[in-house]
């Protein structure tokens, strides 16, 4: 297996930029939902130009047997530090925080694309992630961008596409949290029709010590559409969100929501998109005695758009684990596929990507088994129409402590 791998990307490194490119019989699923079918990709350049069988190709095309194996999207992580923070306890490596901006606060310049986690990730089928700033003990902590995970210094991605925060047990008292979210969104309310300099100056713009910054974010939460990712668990402060969004017209994203069930009619007619970690059951605090392992069978049933996060801050891969837990209690193996992808390039406007369909860009991964399956790995990772090096530091360090030929005695023990 290595040896193949390690082959077919020497070969098709150089010449896969510039040729037409046909991944043919593999098993696709989409990300539109969609029951898997035996069919072929074509891709040229970025993107992909066809999806189906006896797709018409010329002589100079390259065709890449994939022989029955899965086929999804690029995985998209729709909350991560990648790129930002390397090591969660050294702060000299971590660019997730600010002293001065709150609501503001954007992490995009900041981005590593040479992190480890970057390709400890990709080799893992994420091929691209929204990372965000750290929780603060103020309601919303800034803005989160989406970058592309090819490790290139030239950084693709989208720049403060979201706002985060959260409210709820262990995050100061609840009255005034929700009391400070009503006066930043009036206030990003006033950016509409009052200058930045006016609202700065005014008395509660003061006490919460807003930068100019936070109040621009602010307006384009409230007046632009800027999606908004909230934090909660408790069904009566998921109801508090619900009221919210309707009274701002939020584009509202919710996030753990571990007492959803107990609301479900209510966040299904708000239409209202999802973030949620299958593999979090046992409650934290009072705000989650409703959690469960049939929460995503639940709102899958009610047709709550779904996405996923980890509890692992480097291993934003185990999305996948946690989906496919998911699917073990109920919820559809295609909704699970489509909340790894399309459901996290619709909730965030990256329309160009998260599913298998001409027009979009080749973000395409061939597994050699059940993408669910933690045990199951790519076989070929595209970014852009562009075959990636699998490798990682934990790979390299497994072949260089394994490889006992021609090393010194100090590796051989």
């Known amino acids: 297996m290595k040896q193949f791998l390690i082959t077919l990307f020497a070969v098709l490194t150089v010449q896969i930029s510039a040729e037409t490119v046909l991944l043919k019989g593999g098993l696709v699923h989409s990300g539109n939902g969609e029951t898997s079918v035996i069919q072929d990709i074509l891709i040229s350049e970025n993107t992909i130009v066809g999806v189906g069988n006896n797709l018409i190709i010329d002589g100079k095309t390259r065709v890449i047997e994939v022989n029955g194996l899965p086929v999804t999207p690029g995985l998209i992580s729709p909350m991560s530090n990648i790129g930002i923070v390397e090591i969660n306890a050294l702060d000299v490596t971590r660019d997730d925080e600010s002293d001065i901006l709150s609501a503001g606060f954007s992490i995009f310049n900041a981005f590593n694309p040479h992190s480890t986690g970057i390709p400890w990730n990709r080799s893992n089928g994420v091929t691209s992630a929204i990372s965000t700033p750290s929780a603060s003990s103020f309601p919303i902590f800034g803005l989160g961008s989406h970058f592309v995970l090819d490790g290139s210094l030239e950084i693709k991605g989208a720049k403060d596409i979201a706002m985060f925060g959260r409210f709820g047990a262990s995050y100061g008292s609840r009255a005034e949290t929700l009391s400070l979210l009503e006066s930043l969104l009036e206030i990003g309310k006033m950016a509409k ?104 069978k639940i709102l899958d049933q009610a047709g709550i758009p779904i996405m996923f996060s980890t509890q692992r801050s480097h291993n934003y891969h185990l999305m996948r684990q946690g989906s496919g837990n998911a699917v073990a209690h109920g919820m559809s193996y295609e909704t699970a596929i489509k909340g790894m992808t399309k459901t996290v390039a619709q909730t965030f406007k990256l329309d160009n990507r998260g599913s298998i369909e001409p027009g979009k860009l080749a973000d395409v991964i061939v597994w050699d088994g059940d993408p669910l399956e933690p045990a199951s790995f790519p076989k070929i990772v595209m970014i852009e129409g562009q075959l990636q090096d699998l490798s990682s530091r934990s790979s390299k360090l497994t072949e260089r402590y394994t490889n006992k030929e021609d090393k010194p005695s100090s590796y051989k023990h």
Do not use: H
């Open 193 to 296: 029709s009052m200058p930045v300099e006016e609202i700065l100056e005014m008395a509660i713009a003061d006490k919460l010590e807003l930068q100019s910054q936070d109040i621009v974010a602010l307006g384009k939460v409230v007046n632009d559409d800027m999606p908004i990712v909230i934090e909660t668990n408790r069904a009566v402060d998921i109801l508090q969100a619900l009221a919210m969004k309707q009274k701002y017209g939020l584009n509202l994203v919710l996030a753990s929501v571990e007492e959803a069930p107990m609301v479900l009619e209510k966040l299904k007619e708000s239409n209202t998109p999802v973030i949620i970690d299958p593999m979090d059951n046992i409650p934290d605090s009072f705000d989650e005695l409703g959690s469960s392992l049939d929460l995503g």
